[in-house]
């Protein structure tokens, strides 16, 4: 079945202690991002990379980072957690970057930052 | 830069009854794409209907449609026979025909309840 996975669900964790989401696709897609979902604001770009080797700042990269050492694997990097990013994240695959190519999201991972 | 805005925070519909959620965007470009997103308690997003900037006529998916006014850049969705399935939140998006970013741009969100 042609999906995106992101692991784990649920993640609760305290203030500085480096936590890693990881995102795997498995559509053999070229673009990949990672956006997160607070209420008010809906959901909005954090990261994203073209391929692999390729990646960029979205709007909200400030605490995040990211590696695409592979097609398949996107994982979300928190150095550093605070509490303002808890949040919802999600993460999302796409053939190319264009508007014609959906993008399809993974389940989400709701995080707690204590 | 471009915008997504959906005004309506909550609206509720009876089930069997005919629902519109509206979404207004910004943009200065001329190619580019509009979708509706569905994104249930379980957390999923599911597309739930695309739109083509480009193309005149309104994208439908079965009891789901769009009304697309390009020139009043407003894009709402229309819901026939609701469901009681239907009952999530809903999101707008706006992506660019060609993009660097592939940024799919999203309003704020709107919760339809569905009363039995």
């Known amino acids: 079945e042609a999906q995106v996975t992101q692991n784990p669900r649920y993640l609760i964790t305290v203030t500085g202690k480096k936590l890693t989401v990881t995102c795997s696709q498995n559509m053999n897609h070229e673009y990949m991002s990672w956006y997160r979902q607070d209420p008010g604001l809906g959901l909005r770009q954090i990261y994203y990379s073209m391929n692999v080797e390729v990646t960029d700042k979205g709007d909200v990269p400030e605490g995040y980072k990211v590696s695409r050492k592979e097609k398949r694997n996107f994982p979300l990097i928190l150095e550093s957690p605070s509490p303002n990013q808890t949040s919802l994240y999600f993460c999302a695959s796409s053939i190319g970057q264009g508007g014609s190519s959906p993008l399809h999201f993974g389940n989400g991972t709701r995080l707690t930052v204590t | 830069a471009q915008t997504v805005t959906q005004s309506q925070p909550e609206m509720s519909v009876q089930e069997a009854e005919t629902v519109t959620l509206s979404c207004t965007y910004d943009t200065s470009e001329s190619d580019y794409y509009l979708f509706w997103y569905k994104q249930p308690p379980s957390r999923q997003m599911i597309l739930v209907i695309r739109?083509?900037?480009?193309?005149?006529q309104n994208a439908t998916e079965n009891r789901f449609s769009v009304n697309f006014q390009k020139a009043a850049k407003s894009f709402s969705l229309k819901i026939s026979d609701s469901q009681l399935g239907d009952a999530a939140m809903y999101f707008c998006?706006?992506?660019?025909?060609?993009?660097?970013?592939?940024?799919?741009?999203f309003g704020q969100g709107t919760t339809l309840q569905v009363k039995p």
């Open positions: 739109q083509e900037a480009y193309k005149q």
């Open positions: 998006a706006y992506r660019r025909g060609s993009s660097n970013t592939g940024k799919l741009i």
